[in-house]
Antibody
Framework: QAHVVESGGGVVQPGRSLRLSCAAS????????MHWVRQAPGKGLEWVAV????????YYADSVKGRFTISRDNSKKMLYLQMNSLTMEDTAVYHC?????????????WGQGTLVTVSS | AIQLTQSPSSLSASVGDRVTITCRAS??????LAWYQQKPGKGPNFLIY???TLESGVPSRFSGSGSGTDFTLTISSLQPEDFATYYC?????????FGGGTKVEIK
């Protein structure tokens, strides 16, 4: 069945970098916009970034703009999030999700997430 | 960025109760607001878009209203499967933003 699986999380020191990956299967990955959404421990949803189905359009939350880069490889059915200059405020579970460019509507495949902990 | 403030952050209610959750935007967003339900360990379930349009398959006990800066989600008669966390989300402009969430718990 269709699903997405995130990987690449871990413990990292402030100021360092990390690259998250999201592997999609069971659906036509190239037809969907893809998002990263994070959830800090005990907190609500925070939208991070979106990339259009073809990779031409990318948008970011103000809190990560200039530090994070979203990308995709449709031939490999992979989504990525390059995270630079990490701060403690970036500590969260990061989920990738399919959807429309503006809404999580229709065939939304939401992963279990990968935990990023930024700590010295 | 447009900020969304949800209230209350949590509430306790009984099966059959009428529940209302509010979402206030920091600037006018017309009717570009959606509501989601999320249960533990799951992705958000899309309920309402354009402030008041019920997504196909969503029970009619859910309804939304509002425009501009003030919005509400109402559950007319709370059912056991409705105990969850609810989020509003604006799609007027990027960056997309969610409200802080409202956890609906069993009284």
């Amino acid at each position: 069945q269709a699903h997405v699986v995130e990987s690449g999380g871990g413990v990292v020191q402030p100021g360092r970098s990390l690259r998250l990956s999201c592997a999609a299967s069971g659906f036509t990955f190239g037809n969907y916009a893809m998002h990263w959404v994070r959830q800090a421990p005990g907190k609500g949803l925070e939208w991070v970034a979106v990339i259009s189905y073809d990779g031409d359009n990318r948008y970011y939350a103000d809190s990560v703009k200039g530090r994070f880069t979203i990308s995709r490889d449709n031939s490999k059915k992979m989504l990525y999030l390059q995270m630079n200059s990490l701060t403690m405020e970036d500590t969260a579970v990061y989920h990738c999700a399919s959807g429309e460019e503006w809404l999580f509507r229709g065939d939304v495949y939401w992963g279990q997430g990968t935990l990023v902990t930024v700590s010295s | 960025a447009i900020q969304l403030t949800q209230s209350p952050s949590s509430l306790s209610a009984s099966v059959g109760d009428r529940v209302t959750i509010t979402c206030r935007a920091s600037q006018g967003i017309s009717r570009a607001l959606a509501w989601y339900q999320q249960k533990p360990g799951k992705g958000p379930n899309f309920l309402i878009y354009d402030a008041s349009t019920l997504e196909s398959g969503v029970p009619s006990r859910f309804s939304g209203s509002g425009s501009g800066t003030d919005f509400t989600l109402t559950i007319s008669s709370l059912q056991p499967e409705d105990f969850a966390t609810y989020y509003c989300q604006q799609f007027k402009s990027y960056p997309l933003t969610f409200g802080g969430g409202t956890k609906v718990e069993i009284k």
